[in-house]
């Protein structure tokens, strides 16, 4: 059971089994756990609490809570399983035990005392009542009852008074009590020079002594242990000795280097036994064994390495009285004496035709019967060592059919049926008294028809198989009846027995194990009640109900009534994994022998024992992402759980069992609840399950396990699983993620209603752009109406008014009459001009022009006006202004004339206004905060320039002075009379000219670009 080479140089000093099933094995620098498979080193775990130190452990002991108590040079240490790590309860002490109520007594200065785990406090009971002195190492627990030694004195322990009481003296010793165990009411005491004391504990008096092994003294013989059965082990440095008390024989075990199956080593450190009973051995040179002692040496193996074989594979069986008849496929025959175990050989260089063996039987005349590949078929006369040789020979109708013979059966003692390596479904009768064949037919339609087995059936029926059909011959009718499946499930037919029903078990290629019922002619296929991969079955015998398989993956037994299944392969003394065709037999002793590629196994069924032990699956180990690593338990109602990050969504588990006799036929079948509630069984060669991508939740991972023999556990091990939903899943999350799309709702909502609102906004102010649009054509046109209506009276008046002048009208009249008519006729003509531009009906006539010429001429208009209201007029021009500039004079005669009409308009008397003039040089900047740009500005450009000192224009009105009809408010109306249309014609007039127009407060700027 250790590793290859053993765990380390020196011995396996204790071995325990704790609460979960586990195996720990103690060495003097190591402490291992077992799963069955798998070591894993706890050296480290101490090494890292104090990595300064040096650290040996001495003994160990566990308790019915699951902890494991770890006596060290350094301290006791409890291991929690939980946790999987040490921690110190007490200081260095020589031994540590636990009884059956759970105390934990450690020896020290010579004393057991009880030790309480969680204070650390000692109590140490008297002996009838008063201190001991020293007491002996030996400490015996049976039951509810607790022995310790004084010397040759026996003590038991008074749990009610917390004392020992003395039960009684050993006579005639002058050793010490060292070794002590109860069995079936026995105390069984080994006293050092001594021997053995057998001890009545009812009234303790001594019922047997045995002088045993009293040569052995200290180290030499290191342990003592009585297993289930009441056989008395002794573990010494030269093996062991199981005494057996019904009948005194004491026999000696030791290390053989040709039975794999011995002792590993002569040294034996330590004995101890498992829950199911079996032993466990530890030995120097760390090796560990393993021993089932139900076990009764069923299987027994022959193979040149080990006997008289003198070749491999074995073919064939036949047997006599006195001797066993080994047929081999290469080395002729080989006959062994029963009672001695001696071999000798029969081959083609001595006496028989081949020596490739197929088939051998024995007649009731001592014959031996061989079939032969090519050889035909050789009589062999054992009495008289002659052998006769039958060959087929053309034109004899009444020879062999061809030499290839696989098979032959007995037909009593009137002769033998005969099949044969070939492709017809033909077997041949050879009769005895007249040394003849008689041939028959099986398949009269198929030519290609290989039989592969014959048997016999009762007083008159003959079975045959093929690969697909099943023939019964009546021997006395000669009539032939074909069985063919219906189903390719039942193909691959190859071997074939009776059982005590007249059903017939045949063994297939690929299909496994089918059954054919004879009295309803049906077939039955075992393959998914199996369960196991038993595939191809080469040979196969009955016995007492079970079905005995030679497989290529070893050799099955199948128990009909309680459909079970046993596997059985090199680990019990059988002889490999691969078995060879029709090469078995059950013997007249009823042993049944199975040839194979590695030799022969003979089987005694009676000797079979059945493991009926219900294992427990243990969780050896569990994996985050694949890693290895130790979670942290918690208990809830009494299962293990384990929480998992919201991260960690790939896990999985490692587990094994409690059953150590053969782990590796061990089977499981495991599921992850509320994941996965499929069942999936697996062999122990598969004992990982890796789960991926799991989603949060609560899960719980269940796993059965079955022992070597297929009994499962009745109930599962489980894990409780949780892994915890990430934050962005969790009902907070859930909470903020709602009131964040209601929000966003709410924002959609307010945008759709906003923008319909926009909508809304937008069609009632085009709604009242067009009903604006509409008055102001109403307007203009009414005003365009009027205009022409006016035009022609204003013009006879002022016709009429330079006719009156000339009579002699004052001129004073003149001028007040003509400045009135002709300021009506402008603003007729403003009118009109103002309709043809909006009707982009205007056409520019542009011409070279001097601009600072014609600003003059307008403003020598206004001199007089301005000395009038006593204004100060100023006229600046640029004299480097170009002379010729192109431009349409009447549309910059009528910019200048409404611009300067609207600075008289709003300059108060005593006012100032500058008309100016300036080149591309010079840049202007408004001295106002408040001002308003027309059309597009550039660098390259001249100016000409209006300011006055009236009232200005508010920030408010400033954008809307240049709109139609509009008329600032303000508290001074009068101030501000006008139509309305005056600068909205500056501004057509102005974009018409692609000029810009800056309006600052109380400063008209009129840019030309260049």
Known sequence: MSPSGGFYYDGIKAIEQDKEGFIWTMMDYELYRFDGYHYKKYYPYFASMAPTKRWIFNNMASDLLGYLYVNTNNGVYRYDRNSDQFEKIYDPVSHIKVDKANNVWIRIKEKWSILNTQTGELNTPNYDGKAAGGVNTAFCIYNNDLYTFIGQKVYRFNYAKNEFVFCLTLPDSDGNIRFAQAYMGKLWIFVNNSGLYKIDMSTFKIEDHYTLLTDYEGNSLRTFYIDKKGYIWFGTIDGIYIFDPTDGKLSHNKHSRTDPFSLPNNSI????????????????????????????NAFKTYHPQNSGLNHTPVSAFAEDQQYLWVGTEGGGINRMNKATGEFSYITSANSITSNNIKSLITDAGHNLWISTFMGGLDLYNVGRQKVTNFKHTKGAPHSLLVNDVRKTILEGDSGMWVAYQYQKAEVSYFSFREESFTHFSLDSISNNSYLFDILRQGEKTLWAISNETLYRLDIDKHVVEKMIPNDSTYLGLFTFCLDDSGNIWIGTIGNGLIKFDTNTSRFISLKDVLQQSVYSIYSICYDDGNIWMGTDDGLYCYNIVGNRLMNFDKREDTQGQVYYPLACMKGMDGLIYFGGTNGFTVIDPKKISYNSYKPRAIISDFFIDHTSTHPHYLFDNSLHEIILEYDQTNFGFQFSSDNYHIPEKNRFKYRLRKYDDHW????????????????????????YAANNDGVWSDTPTVIKVIRKTAPWYSWPAYILYALMIIGLIYLICRHYADKKKLKLQLYLENIEKDKKE?????????????????????????????????????????????GNAQRLLNLVNELMDFRT?????????????????????IANDFIDYAEQRKI????ICDTELPVTIYADRNIVEKIVMNLLNNAFKYTPDNGKILLETRGRKDCFTSEYKNNFIVGECVDDTFFILVSDTGVGVSHDSISSVFDRFYKVNTVNTDSHLGTGIGLALVKSLVLLLLWHTLFSDTTFVIRKNS
């Open 774 to 818: 509409q008055i102001h054509q109403a307007q203009l046109r009414f005003f365009t109406n009027i205009s022409h209506d006016f035009r022609t009276p204003l013009s006879l008046i002022i016709a009429a008014l330079d006719k009156l002048r000339r009579e002699g009208l004052k001129e004073y009249y003149y001028r007040i009459l003509n």
């Open 269 to 296: 450190w330590e004995i101890s036994e498992d829950r199911q009973g079996n032993i466990w051995i530890g030995t120097y040179s760390g090796t560990l064994c393993y021993v089932n002692i139900d076990e009764n």
């Open 680 to 703: 999936i069984t697996t062999n122990a060669q598969n004992r990982i399950a890796m789960y991926s991508k799991v989603p949060a939740g609560t899960y719980y991972f269940e796993v």
């Open 837 to 857: 531009v909006e009707n982009g009906m205007m056409k520019l006539e542009l011409q070279p022009l001097d601009i600072n010429h014609i600003v003059k001429e």
């Open 872 to 875: 100060d007029f100023q006229v």
